[in-house]
Nanobody, 123 residues
Framework: VQLQASGGGLVNFGGSLTISCAAS????????MGWFRQATGKEREFVAA????????SVSDSVKDRFTISRDTVKNTMYLQMNSLKPEDTAVYFC?????????????????WGQGTLVTVSS
């Protein structure tokens, strides 16, 4: 499985951005997928996850009600729609595909990782 994250960029405080994660190689339709982020000088943290059938989502409290995760199984692509962005959302966002089918918050459940896309929110 190869994962390619894209769509990052510079956005103003309060703005919106949608990032994508395209999967290729072995199918990911049987796997849960997730987004994690890492800010400079900080540890990687969970952002959101979605089950293989898109019926279960899990979202970090820090982005709840602002970020929405979704996936298109036909396109083998996962999305993260980010609204009301804050400077503290600035980070490299990584997408990942899990070993199992669930919406996992633990990074140890993820086998495949993309290269990351940088999101910068200006104040």
């Amino acid at each position: 499985v190869q994962l390619q994250a894209s769509g990052g960029g510079l956005v103003n405080f309060g703005g919106s951005l949608t990032i994508s994660c395209a999967a290729s190689g072995r199918a990911v339709d049987g796997r849960g997928m997730g987004w994690f982020r890492q800010a400079t000088g900080k540890e990687r943290e969970f952002v959101a996850a979605i089950s293989r059938d898109a019926k279960t989502m899990s979202v970090s409290d820090s982005v709840k009600d602002r970020f929405t995760i979704s996936r298109d199984t036909v396109k083998n692509t996962m999305y993260l729609q980010m609204n009301s962005l804050k400077p503290e959302d600035t980070a490299v966002y990584f997408c990942a595909a899990a070993t199992g089918p669930g919406a996992y918050r633990d990074s140890d459940r993820y086998t495949y990782w993309g290269q990351g896309t940088l999101v910068t929110v200006s104040s």
